[in-house]
């Protein structure tokens, strides 16, 4: 770590650094964003690794209640830091609202939901070696010796973790950390050292096995130590209505009482379920809605389904191009592979590089069912043909790979870094809706049926966020709207109403979703709607990845962030 760094650091924990003073000149603003950036890093490395930072290689963030203390000043002080920057340009302004944003989500999952102390899922990215191993940023030994000391952080790391969580924990966090965490311990052990099987480097080899080894063991403490906690466990996961409103303000700058966002949720259900019904009349007469979603996920791909969705990739790529939806820079792929073992339990994710490396390939991960299990469990494991068109819309093209390809080279160094949950879910949801609005699949109604299986889901997690959090909706209520109203089967029910408890931003996809559609119809009504869709797409992705109601101010040119559904 460099000494610039570790200086920048120290001024923030000891508060002994001049604050700055407002009516800076312009010029002085993208120092101090670049500095701000500079000193992210060094606090939050495993963020600056997946960037692209690999001076970072190895390190991974402090946990200790010094570490984290550390953190929420630095976020405090940058947000009364960026809040004195007055007169700056339109551009310079925007960048700087969007840090401000930035800052006050991440401090209200530090400190108004204490996540550190409460939930598992807060550490569980950061111990994903992914980056390490499956991108191609430097030749097998260098990737193996930063992995290698990656993993000797991970024991001290485990203690931090143990030592933080406070416990009675709720079930579904319990569940879900011991799952993670057991996770990672057979991973570290097994398939990270599979993946670098074939490097002859017998040292290098034998530190990393070493260190991997440790790691695992670490990890596999924590995942027991959470299951002698089951026990204890508690259903206490609600945020509560003032704290699920001050989530959404923080992390998404929307703010509009719950029970209007309630009512956009119940009525973007109906919607769907009305379209389900038009369809599935055409597509299975006589079969019950819940019926005729099972009969297109039935219909699986006529091939194996990494062959299928690497087929399906340059189609919806011409499509976007032929239909004039949004612009397609040139020069970068996505590669459709098999997911690994460790993470087959997301059906797809894109891994893209990060804006600060180049010349790296996407990858499109998918993964196949375990061929162990018995035959039928495989089949039902499978997307239907139609799901899987919809998921690679929504990952690769115009989703998320669209999306980090124009986030990558947004004229924000704020933008291109910080792209926000709710921006890049929205924009990807969003992204199979528009798809199908364009002309994808001509009408056939199954194909629709696949697009509104998707939409129908995450209108379940859309209410079952709010209705978890501050309703006193219980889990197998929740699990009872993802079966009889969105039509999944009882499994992904399940884990869908688990994932609520711990995850209560995945009213994100609808949510912001939603707001894309009622900016993208208000900017191209006086544009020449339909024709304005490229320009709007170009623009609207320009911005980096912000919290849409800002972009909403900046492309309307309105006083103050929005939020219009």
């Known amino acids: 770590m460099n000494r610039k760094l570790l200086a920048g650091i120290a001024c923030l924990v000891l508060s002994s650094c001049n604050a700055v003073t407002t009516a800076q000149p312009e010029t002085k603003w993208k120092d ?25 290689d190895g390190q991974l963030p402090d946990w200790s209640e010094a570490g984290l203390k550390a953190q929420k000043d630095f976020l405090h002080k940058v947000v009364a830091d960026a809040q004195g920057y007055a007169g700056l340009s339109k551009t310079d302004a925007f960048e700087r609202d969007y840090l401000v944003q930035v800052a006050k989500g991440q401090l209200f999952f530090l400190e108004d939901a204490d996540q550190p102390h409460t939930n598992p899922a807060f550490y569980t990215g950061a111990l994903d070696p992914n980056v390490y191993i499956s991108r191609d940023y430097a030749d097998k030994p260098t990737r193996m010796k930063a992995l290698t000391a990656y993993f000797n952080q991970i024991p001290g790391r485990a203690q931090e973790i143990q030592a933080n969580l406070k416990t009675p924990l709720p079930a579904s966090f319990i569940k879900y950390g011991i799952v993670a965490f057991d996770g990672y311990a057979d991973y570290y052990a097994k398939d990270a050292l599979e993946a670098f099987a074939d490097v002859n480097a017998p040292e290098v080899q034998a530190h990393l096995k070493a260190s991997a080894l440790k790691a695992s063991k670490a990890m596999r403490g924590v995942a027991d130590w959470l299951r002698s906690r089951q026990g204890s466990a508690t259903q206490d996961f609600a945020l509560g209505p003032d704290r699920f409103s001050k989530m959404l303000q923080a992390t998404e700058a929307v703010n509009i009482p719950l029970d209007q966002l309630m009512t956009v949720a119940r009525n973007d259900l109906a919607r769907n379920q009305a379209a389900a019904k038009v369809e599935c009349a055409k597509f299975a007469p006589g079969l019950a809605l819940k019926a005729c979603f099972e009969k297109m996920l039935a219909d699986k791909p006529a091939e194996d389904v990494v062959v299928a969705a690497t087929k399906q990739v340059p189609d919806l790529t011409a499509f976007v191009q ?127 049926i696949g697009q509104l299986a998707e939409a129908l889901e995450r209108d379940c997690r859309f209410i079952s966020a709010i209705a978890l959090h501050t309703q006193g909706m219980t889990q197998a209520q929740s699990k009872d709207l993802f079966v009889n109203e969105c039509y999944k089967d009882e499994g992904n029910a399940e884990q869908q109403a688990a994932r609520g408890t711990y995850d209560p931003q995945y009213l994100n996809y609808t949510l912001n979703k939603l707001l894309i559609l009622k900016l993208r119809d208000d900017w191209t009504a006086s544009r020449g709607g339909r024709q304005a869709w490229k320009a709007f797409h170009d623009a609207f992705l320009s911005y980096g990845g912000p919290p849409v109601p800002l972009v909403r101010q900046a492309m309307m040119g309105e006083d103050t962030p929005r939020t219009v559904f």
Do not use: C
């Open 32 to 56: 101090f964003a670049q500095h701000t950036v500079d000193q992210y890093f060094a606090l939050n490395p495993d963020f600056a690794i997946y960037q692209g930072a690999h001076h970072f």
């Open 322 to 448: 032929s239909h004039d939806l949004a612009t397609i820079p040139a020069g970068e792929h996505a590669l459709v592979r098999e997911a690994p073992p460790y993470n087959s339990q997301n059906t797809a994710y894109i891994d893209p590089p990060g804006p600060l490396e180049h010349g790296i390939p996407s990858i499109y991960y998918i993964a196949r069912p375990d061929p162990s299990w018995p035959a039928k469990k495989q089949h039902d494991y499978l997307p239907g043909k139609d799901s899987l068109l919809f998921i690679t819309t929504h990952e690769v093209m115009p989703g998320h790979f669209l999306q980090f390809l124009h986030s990558n080279r947004s004229p924000s160094l704020i933008g291109r870094l910080f792209v926000g949950y709710g921006f890049a879910e929205g924009w990807a949801h969003y992204s199979e809706q528009l798809m199908w609005d364009a002309g994808l699949g001509n009408g056939d109604p199954e194909v629709h």
